[in-house]
């Protein structure tokens, strides 16, 4: 059984800088494409970001909103992938998830509150 465990997030002001982790038991971990999502008031779960895992590269996406503002990354020793936030918007602010990255089929985690303020 695959447990996600996010990292605490925070306040930050707007333009700040944030960092989240995410630890992932009992997967094949290295082989995994992860993803962040985020889920804001109201709004439907999105995909914030991707990297691909199981190859020597590493490929990463982003959604539109956060490119240029936003690094996925992993630590496969530690079974930990990262989303580090910089520039951060008001729009920002949701409860981000970490989860397999093209079919998110894993048991959610918590999640982790991100909150912008402006």
């Known amino acids: 059984q695959v447990q996600l465990v996010e990292s605490e997030g925070g306040l930050v002001q707007s333009g700040g800088s944030l960092r989240v982790s995410c630890v992932a038991s009992g997967s094949d971990f290295s082989k995994t494409t992860w993803a962040w999502y985020r889920q804001a008031p109201g709004k439907e779960r999105e995909l914030v970001a991707r990297i691909t895992g199981g190859g020597t590269t590493d490929y990463v996406f982003y959604a539109d909103s956060v490119k240029g503002r936003f690094t996925i990354s992993r630590d496969n020793a530690k079974e930990t992938v990262f989303l580090h936030m910089n520039s951060l918007k008001p729009e920002d602010t949701a409860v981000y998830y970490c989860?397999?990255?093209?079919?998110?089929?894993?048991?959610w985690g918590q999640g982790t509150q991100v909150t912008v303020s402006s």
């Open positions: 989860n397999e990255g093209w079919s998110p089929s894993f048991p």
